[in-house]
């Protein structure tokens, strides 16, 4: 399924402030097999973050992680990975790592990011 350029989205919920950035993180490689080939595992990461959030759009990060990151899974609409142009994507079944805030400015928290893992990009 495929998403409009732009939505980042859980379970078809918008995010209302998407990500300053966000990337598909490099896959853990577990050797090489007998013809020299990188074994890699099947599932990617996504890491998104925001250099500066407001508390209320922080608060929703944070309830859609109390809401699926530690009783199960979440569909997440992401860039679709290997794809040339920026159109979205849903992966099903992918989870959430606790989001994290570092540092307060000014009341707002800044660099916040969420890793969201378990995307099967092929």
């Known amino acids: ?3 409009l350029s732009g939505t980042y989205a859980f379970n078809n919920v918008d995010l209302q402030l998407p990500p300053s ?12 097999d007998g013809n020299a080939h990188t074994i890699y595992s099947q599932f990617r990461n996504f890491e998104m973050s925001w250099d500066l959030i407001s508390t209320t759009d922080a608060k929703q ?8 990151g530690t009783t199960g899974t979440v569909v997440s609409c992401l860039p679709k990975w290997g794809d040339v142009d920026f159109t979205f994507y849903n992966y099903s079944g992918t989870t959430i790592f606790e989001p994290t805030f570092y540092a307060y400015f000014q009341g707002y928290p800044q660099t916040a990011k969420l890793v969201i893992v378990n995307a099967k990009t092929n």
């Open 1 to 3: 399924m495929q998403g």
């Open 21 to 32: 950035e966000g990337k598909w993180v490099e896959r853990t490689s577990y050797g090489v």
């Open 61 to 68: 990060i944070i309830d859609v992680y109390n809401s699926f």
